[in-house]
């Protein structure tokens, strides 16, 4: 199978730092609640937050998008299709602070439903990737004849 898309390495350090930085803030605050309760106030939430995405990050399978011989899909949870399925894809790309990332969001719109995953690596060529293995599909199933007439002059 060839990997389409995988998943960013470093994301998922990233905010198992911040879920644990969160406890650390907010266990420091239940020393002395009196003076540190700004500390609890910002710890909580860091905590939950960051618990929760690197939670669904850990969910993600490393690689997100393989392509079959038979030019099939594969996606998570079982999900397999077409390539002549596909509608649309587009991307977000992950920015903070007027920085943008190479890893982001990839949405697949198809004939079955919209499929989003996140954390994915090089999200922008991953979009130009598959919209490029898209058009191909679906022009050789209007065309079957194209490259046999092409090549017999």
Wanted: glycine share 6%; aromatic share 12%; proline share 3%.
């Amino acid at each position: 199978m060839d990997i389409i898309a995988r998943k960013r390495g470093g994301v998922g350090f990233m905010y198992l730092v911040c879920a644990l930085i969160g406890l650390i803030l907010t266990a420091s605050a239940f020393i002395d609640m009196g003076e540190m309760l700004p500390l609890l106030i910002l710890g909580i939430p860091l905590t939950v937050i960051s618990t929760y995405i690197f939670i669904s990050y850990l969910a993600l399978p490393y690689n997100v998008i393989m392509l079959d011989k038979d030019n099939k899909l594969h996606l998570p949870r079982g999900v397999t299709l077409a390539l002549t399925d596909l509608l649309d894809v587009s991307y977000v790309r992950a920015s903070a602070r007027s920085i943008q990332y190479k890893w982001g969001s990839l949405l697949l719109t198809t004939k079955q439903g919209k499929f989003k995953y996140g954390y994915i690596a090089d999200c922008e060529e991953v979009a130009k990737r598959l919209t490029d293995m898209m058009y191909r599909a679906r022009y050789d199933s209007e065309n079957p004849d194209f490259i046999d007439s092409y090549f017999n002059f």
